[in-house]
């Protein structure tokens, strides 16, 4: 069974930073499509970032470039997202998601595994 298990939401100020981890298991980690989803109050979901093993790059929408790093630790089967300069308009609830996909994909409809998601508020 396909598990992701996210961690390290919470509050914090404009300016400030947090990381988020996903814990996978139940799937060939070095084998997914593996990103990160948010929700904003009455907003669509949105794709933050992701990272294929088919052709190993990292992709960011373009509203946390240069802000938010996405990482990994294969031998933990965990991903991390390092948001940094973080803006009132990143509060949303985060997502993680994977699947077998030959790419990254930025529609949430690609992606059957999503994590139960946290939630990261920035006040202003």
């Known amino acids: 069974e396909v598990q992701l298990v996210e961690s390290g939401g919470g509050l914090v100020q404009a300016g400030g930073s947090l990381r988020l981890s996903c814990a996978t298991s139940?799937?060939?980690?070095?084998?997914?499509?593996i990103g990160w989803f948010r929700q904003a109050p009455g907003k669509q979901r949105e794709g933050v970032s992701c990272?294929?093993?088919?052709?190993?790059?990292?992709y960011y929408v373009d509203s946390v470039k240069g802000r938010f790093i996405m990482s990994s630790d294969n031998a933990k089967n965990t991903v991390y997202l390092q948001m940094d300069n973080l803006k009132p308009e990143d509060t949303a609830v985060y997502y993680c998601?994977?699947?077998?996909?030959?790419?990254?994909?930025?529609?949430?409809?690609?992606?059957?595994?999503w994590g139960q998601g946290t939630q990261v508020t920035v006040s202003s």
């Open positions: 990272t294929s093993s088919s052709d190993g790059v990292t």
């Open positions: 998601v994977a699947d077998i996909l030959p790419l990254c994909s930025e529609y949430d409809y690609d992606y059957d595994h």
């Open positions: 139940g799937f060939p980690f070095d084998e997914y499509a």
